[in-house]
């Protein structure tokens, strides 16, 4: 069973910066894709940003810019940095990582962001 532990999340200003990490169980070079998804209270769970073993990356248009998404599968760990945070970044934020198969998906257990005005 692959687990994801999530970390680094936390308090930030408006305009402040944070680092999310994702550290899996297993080889990060078995998963074909690893990406961030958030959830705001009484909202869906939406994509932030998604990086695939070949290095190409999505981004939700909403963060464009400002965060950046990077794998280091030396560390086994996802990274998600976040700057120029604004008050509607804040979310629980998951990883999510996909096996090549491209069925087998596995879920971290969430880190709070919180951007204050």
């Known amino acids: 069973q692959v687990q994801l532990v999530e970390s680094g999340g936390g308090l930030a200003q408006s305009g402040g910066s944070l680092r999310l990490s994702c550290a899996a169980s297993?080889?990060?070079?078995?998963?074909?894709?690893m990406a961030w998804y958030r959830q705001a209270p009484g909202k869906a769970r939406d994509l932030v940003a998604r990086i695939k073993s070949s290095g190409g990356t999505t981004y939700a248009d909403s963060v464009k810019g400002r965060f950046t998404i990077a794998r280091d599968n030396a560390k086994n760990t996802l990274y998600l940095q976040m700057n120029s945070l604004k008050p509607e970044d804040t979310a629980v934020y998951y990883c999510?990582?996909?096996?090549?198969?491209?069925?087998?998906?596995?879920w971290g257990q969430g880190t709070q962001v919180t951007v204050s005005s």
């Open positions: 999510k990582a996909t096996l090549f198969n491209q069925i087998s998906t596995f």
């Open positions: 297993t080889s990060s070079s078995r998963f074909y894709a």
